[in-house]
């Protein structure tokens, strides 16, 4: 099967700055890499994803990179909120989704 | 738009009993929906697969017996934890998709405890 390796575990960055999370896949047929956040009891919530034939994609202040050749993947988050404290993990498809370790997010006010 | 959503979202008994967890499909027909379990503070492990109207597939070293699924209409998927224990207390999500090309979307979750 797939494994989906994510950096770091946690991360704490002041209110404004950028965060990046960065993941890795093994298997190269993987074909789609969503990102989810996760709020303490709740259940994950997709908030981008990225399919294999793309190398960027943009929503307002998140971004997701691909790199096929090196079989990674990058979360950014520009301008961070308070709000988007949480835990974020990054999974690809191969067949079904693998998710990654997760990276837990503080936001410092 | 592509809501799920779980019940109970919270749930204590004791050992021994049988626990059935919803899931449902609010605004779209999910011809396929999963099953995960995730222990505190790590990742989502997918536990059994299951599409409309017919039997679930699981992942390796679940039991089929213990985790009963039921997918009997394109809205609802049931789980039963059967004779549970306190191993079995976990965090337990379920997530669903229209089809296999478009995302999944998760439910908030069941918080299993069994004393």
């Known amino acids: 099967g797939e494994n989906v390796e994510q950096h770091p575990s946690t991360l704490s960055v002041q209110e404004g700055d950028s965060a990046v999370i960065k993941c890795t896949y093994s298997?190269?047929?993987?074909?789609?890499f969503p990102w989810y956040k996760q709020e303490l009891g709740k259940g994950p919530q997709l908030i981008i994803d990225?399919?294999?034939?793309?190398g960027e994609k943009k929503d307002q202040r998140i971004a997701v990179t691909l790199n096929k050749t090196a079989k990674h993947f990058s979360l950014h988050i520009t301008e961070t909120q308070p709000e988007d404290s949480a835990v974020y993990f990054c999974a690809a498809k191969l067949g079904h989704l693998f998710f990654g370790t997760g990276t837990r997010l503080t936001v410092i006010p | 738009g592509a809501v799920v959503s779980q019940h109970p979202s919270w749930v204590i008994c004791k050992s021994g009993t049988s626990v059935k967890i919803e899931c449902r499909s609010l605004?779209?027909?999910?011809?396929?929906m999963f099953w995960y379990r995730q222990f505190p503070k790590q990742s989502l492990m997918l536990m059994a697969t299951s599409n409309e109207g017919s039997k679930a597939t699981y992942e390796q070293g679940v039991e089929k017996d213990k985790f009963l699924i039921n997918h009997a209409s394109l809205t609802l998927s049931t789980l039963t934890v059967t004779s549970a224990h306190p191993e079995d207390s976990s965090f337990y999500i379920c997530?669903?998709?229209?089809?296999?090309?478009?995302?999944?979307?998760f439910g908030d979750g069941t918080r299993l405890s069994i004393l």
């Open positions: 605004d779209f027909q999910a011809t396929t």
């Open positions: 990225i399919r294999s034939n793309v």
């Open positions: 298997d190269s047929a993987s074909n789609y």
């Open positions: 997530s669903a998709t229209p089809n296999p090309n478009q995302p999944q979307h």
